[in-house]
């Protein structure tokens, strides 16, 4: 294994924490949501504010499935970036991989909740798959 460059583990460190706050800033956005629909998701829920149990609302659900698809997608990129940069990529390739990737989930992001359209929200989606998938079959054929 690679001793892994103190640079580009800086630059991971950087985007990885925004990516981060990122995923934390959907909770709120999610209890925005419920909050301004009156929509909840519990019956206990409803001691504290006024509406009703709906499992279902549109707007509600968009916002949800957004933090899911950041979910399945942040995830596994943490972990095979983490692997990926411990093979001694190119420290330009390693930083512009990471900024694009975190680039193109916060537009993922934007194109599905604040400003929903196509293609944006595909390509932004391929784009940050595509470089998962670079890197994890770099990683093992690195490690093979």
Known sequence: MSEINPEVLQVFGFWGSVLVLKLLAMVPLTARQRFRKNVFANDEDLRFAKGKVIYNDP???RVRRSH???L???LPWFLVTYLWIGTGP???LAKILIRT???ARVTHTVSYVILPQQP???ISFFVGLG???FQAIRT???YS
Request: glycine fraction near 0%; avoid cysteine; aromatic fraction near 12%.
């Open 101 to 103: 990737f975190v680039l």
């Open 72 to 74: 399945e997608n942040i």
């Open 68 to 70: 899911l698809n950041d």
């Open 90 to 92: 190119s420290p330009w």
């Open 140 to 142: 093992l054929l690195y």
């Open 59 to 61: 707007d509600v659900e």
């Open 120 to 122: 944006t929200r595909a």
């Open 131 to 133: 470089i998962t998938a």
